[in-house]
């Protein structure tokens, strides 16, 4: 043992050891997963592990998760604010794609369920779970890990749960866990206030001090994504309402999460909890109220995008340019292929002018370079990561020119990141173009999701000069394309993000208000 790793170990022992009083002690761990039904990519474990958060120091674990925003870090501080223990066991999250294999999903729920029968005596867990993950054998493995935890510890062990406003909450859940609490806001901003409050819940439940009884309310309808914005109308007077009912008597926590689309499950759909202290009548009859609220608003919820053929059409029947079109189905930064062709196949098909789109492939980079700049080009571009994507589409024109694909984005933007590598990247001055309108096919060798305009300006396009700009996705785009665009046409695109239902074949969700694809 090096001396670094003694010290560290005894740190580590240090901060376990409260002489003088039994404090209580709550364990906390985690597998968060947003699966796509119909992404044919299964997330396995090799994919979780990469990403586990505990590296087996609990000390430097709190002290850098508790500067987060994240549950875990509301948890940290609701815990201390109670003079609660907490013992990280293992934090598993994986990037959203298809369900999540058996094997690995077993793995990991028994790796913390041994956490949980190793350590000292728990007295109770905290669980940061998405809400919407699907695992090939459970179609809620949310609830399928809750049931796992509730049956090893004991029917009185208090289990507390935090999910994602994008949670598909199952029934099961609600059953097995003490508190479940999800995000009211999205964008999700309130991420470390749900933890804190979740593990305030527990400890006072551990201390005796309340007693959660919950009440799950789900009404018949789908909440469609591009409604999910929970800062306007009309989601806000629902959250504004949740909010005003957390704070009656005898009322403990309300969540009205708006479900996952893209989750094939009988519990897809938006959600009412309401927790109330020891009084189930109230906790039913205030989620009936919500439910009823949230049903109330199931004629406003209209969807009304253009495809691919009409915002095109649109686009060059517009009088003020650039025009952005958001290519929703093939939302690169939701996981989907980022070479989807549908938008580049109707600009083709209808020779709309001075059009630029970035596209990821890398096989036709590596042609442009062969053929070097200034030298015609001809191949199909796109759809080439599976079948959800499109046709490649047949590009005829010249290399442009070639770059490095590095670029750096100064302004704050979604995510905040601000050096990107979009890889070896080919402009190809495609077919129909004019010297003063070029038609620019943007072929870049890393999937690189369009959340800085630089990846354009560092290439030599000029985007206020173009009529038409695409951008691979639904609001992440928004801050970059905004400041540059006279006129944004969200589009109805097909892909593994597409936000119409109707893009796929549903086989376990109910049949909604709003949704007829299910059974
Ligand atoms: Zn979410």
Redesign the pocket.
């Known amino acids: 043992m090096s001396w670094f790793k003694y010290f560290a170990s005894l740190a580590l022992l240090s901060v376990g050891l409260a002489p003088g009083h039994a404090a209580i002690r709550i364990a906390i761990a985690g597998i968060s997963h947003?699966s796509n039904s119909f992404n044919l990519t299964k997330a396995t474990l090799a994919d979780f592990e990469e990403a586990d958060a505990l590296s087996g120091n609990r000390k430097q674990w709190l002290e850098t998760t508790a500067k987060s925003n994240v549950n875990a870090s509301g948890m940290i501080a609701g815990a201390a604010k109670y003079g609660v223990e907490l013992y990280p066991i293992h934090f598993f999250s994986a990037v959203p794609r298809g369900p999540v294999d058996d094997r690995g999903f077993d793995s990991m729920v028994s790796r913390i369920i041994q956490g949980l029968k190793r350590g000292p005596a728990y007295d109770g867990v905290l669980l940061v779970l998405h809400g919407a993950m699907v695992v090939d054998s459970y179609p809620s493995g949310d609830a399928e890990i809750v049931r796992r935890v509730r049956q090893a510890m004991g029917p009185k062990f208090p289990i507390g749960v935090t999910h994602?406003?994008?949670a598909n909450v199952d029934p099961a859940i609600i059953a097995n866990a003490n508190v479940v609490i999800t995000?009211k806001e999205?964008p999700?901003l309130d991420t470390k206030e749900r933890g804190f409050q979740t593990a305030e819940i527990l400890a006072r439940m551990i201390k005796g001090e309340v007693k959660p009884v919950q009440a799950l309310v789900k009404p018949p309808m789908m909440l469609n994504l591009i409604h999910h914005d929970t800062y306007r109308a009309p989601l806000k007077a629902i959250v504004d309402a949740s909010k005003a009912t957390e704070k009656l008597p005898g009322v403990l926590a309300v969540s009205i999460p708006g479900g996952y689309q893209y989750g094939d499950v009988p519990s897809m759909g938006p959600s009412v909890i309401v927790i109330t202290d020891n009084d189930p009548a109230l906790a039913k009859r205030e989620a009936e109220r919500l439910g009823a609220l949230l049903w109330g608003i199931r004629d406003q919820l209209k969807f009304d995008l253009p495809d691919p053929a009409k915002a095109v059409r649109m686009a060059i029947e517009g009088t003020k340019f650039p025009v952005t079109l958001l290519d929703t189905g093939d939302n690169v930064g939701g996981g989907s292929a980022g070479d989807s062709t549908f938008m580049l196949a109707e600009l083709v098909k209808q020779k709309a002018e001075g059009w630029v789109m970035a596209i990821f492939d890398p096989q036709a980079v590596q042609k442009a370079v062969s053929v070097g700049v200034g030298r015609p080009f001809e191949l199909p571009v796109g759809g080439k990561t599976d079948k959800m994507h499109g046709e490649p589409v047949m590009i005829r024109g010249k290399v442009k020119s070639l770059h490095d694909g590095k670029f750096i984005e100064t302004e704050v933007r979604h995510g905040g990141y601000r050096y990107w590598d979009a890889g070896l990247t080919a402009v190809i001055e495609a077919q129909g173009s004019t010297p003063d309108l070029p038609n620019l096919l943007i072929l870049n060798t890393n999937r690189t999701v369009p959340l800085s305009i630089h990846q354009l300006v560092s290439v030599g396009v000029y985007p206020e000069r173009q009529k038409i700009l695409v951008a691979k996705g639904t609001i992440a785009p928004l801050a970059a394309y905004e400041p540059v665009s006279a006129r944004i046409i969200t589009v109805d695109s097909g892909g593994a993000c597409a936000v119409n239902p109707a893009h796929f074949t549903y086989k376990m969700a109910r049949k909604l208000y709003g949704f007829e694809g299910g059974k």
Do not use: Q, R, S, T
């Open positions: 947003e994602d406003f994008h995000g999205c999700h």
